[in-house]
Nanobody
Framework: QVQLVESGGGLAQAGGSLRLTCAAS????????MGWFRQAPGKDREFVAA????????YYADSVKGRFTISRDSAQNTVYLQMNSLKPEDTAVYYC????????????????????WGQGTQVTVSS
């Protein structure tokens, strides 16, 4: 059973914008810290952003701070990643993740701190 499904990836020019969407099953979404990670070819998967289960707290990697915004819509069991001022180095496969039974913290930046993952969506930024 698929638990997390990402969409919204694609091709953008440098300086442009994309919005990623992650649809989660209700069981996974509830009281979970939700995160976005990305993985470029030949590189490890890296943390991008996280949001608390209440939506009240967010946390970003320094590389995207001020350009990306994570948000969630509890009525839709959905998490978004709004990406503005895109750079070629943002090119990667982006993954949605969930840490269930979260304490409410958002400071989970390691892959092994999340138990559920989507299949990923490709983002390509051209210069």
């Amino acid at each position: 059973q698929v638990q997390l499904v990402e969409s919204g990836g694609g091709l953008a020019q440098a300086g442009g914008s994309l919005r990623l969407t992650c649809a989660a099953s209700a069981r996974i979404y509830s009281r979970s810290t939700m995160g976005w990670f990305r993985q470029a070819p030949g590189k490890d998967r890296e943390f991008v952003a996280a949001i608390s289960w209440s939506g009240g707290t967010t946390y970003y990697a320094d590389s995207v701070k001020g350009r990306f915004t994570i948000s969630r819509d509890s009525a839709q069991n959905t998490v978004y990643l709004q990406m503005n001022s895109l750079k070629p180095e943002d090119t990667a496969v982006y993954y949605c993740s969930a840490r269930t039974y979260s304490s409410g913290s958002v400071y989970y930046t390691r892959v092994n701190e999340y138990g559920y993952w989507g299949q990923g969506t490709q983002v390509t930024v051209s210069s």
